[in-house]
């Protein structure tokens, strides 16, 4: 089945570093890849997504590229900040939009 | 932006209780799901729903959980009869025809004591 593998952490930085967290996956056919986040005592929230090989998702900052050949959708941020503090979740669906699979999640902390 | 809205988003029951937690999804999406994360783990699949029935459901979901759409705007996930393990914050999701993605609601936390 479908599954998604992500650094562990927690991961902590100071403010203006750079973030990486690696995200790798399993799956058949052509799935789609979504980054999540979860502020402090909040729901979920789409970061950004790409549906197909050599796409690129950003927002807010962060960015991720669908690599099939790594079958990886590592997020990156150049200069975090302290409000980016949250749980970061790799997500993926299949090319149907079903069986949505959810890595574990990687904590991250950003000081000041 | 359209919103999954979930109510309550914080609710307390005694364990034995029954409890329903309320979604209403985007107007136009046609896929529900419910998700559950007890503290500090992963998010995981209870169940999806189309068409006015289950169409997946995971071990979790086991003969204590029910979902229904009871009306064209509300979709509700219910739990027979609580235990303590049950305490986790639910989500719901929903998704339109064709490759939108899900959006998620906020969340509902339920603690059992």
């Known amino acids: 089945g479908n599954s998604v593998t992500q650094m562990e952490g927690p991961v902590t930085l100071s403010e203006e570093a750079f973030l990486t967290i690696n995200c790798t996956y399993t799956?058949?056919?052509?799935?789609?890849l979504f980054w999540y986040v979860q502020y402090p005592g909040e729901g979920l929230q789409l970061l950004l997504k790409?549906?197909?090989?050599?796409d690129k998702g950003s927002n807010k900052g962060f960015e991720a590229t669908y690599r099939k050949e790594t079958t990886s959708f590592h997020l990156e941020k150049g200069s975090v900040q302290v409000s980016d503090s949250a749980v970061y979740f790799c997500?993926?669906?299949?090319?149907?939009?079903?069986?949505?699979?959810f890595g574990p999640g990687t904590r991250l902390s950003v000081l000041p | 932006e359209p919103e999954v809205t979930q109510t309550p988003s914080h609710q307390v029951t005694q364990m034995g209780q029954e409890v329903i937690l309320r979604c209403v999804p985007i107007?136009?999406?046609?896929?529900f799901y419910w998700y559950r994360q007890i503290l500090g783990q992963k998010v995981e699949f209870l169940v999806s729903?189309?068409?006015?029935?289950?169409?997946?459901k995971s071990e979790i979901f086991d003969d204590q959980f029910s979902v229904e759409r009871p009306d064209g705007s509300n979709f509700t996930l219910k739990i027979r009869s609580t235990k303590l393990e049950d305490s986790a914050m639910y989500f719901c999701?929903?998704?339109?025809?064709?490759?939108?993605?899900?959006?998620f609601g906020s969340g509902t936390r339920l603690t059992v004591v």
């Open positions: 999701a929903s998704r339109g025809q064709g490759w939108v993605g899900y959006t």
């Open positions: 799956a058949t056919g052509y799935p789609s």
């Open positions: 790409a549906t197909k090989a050599d």
């Open positions: 997500a993926l669906s299949d090319n149907y939009g079903q069986n949505f699979v």
């Open positions: 107007s136009n999406h046609l896929y």
């Open positions: 729903f189309y068409n006015n029935e289950i169409s997946e």
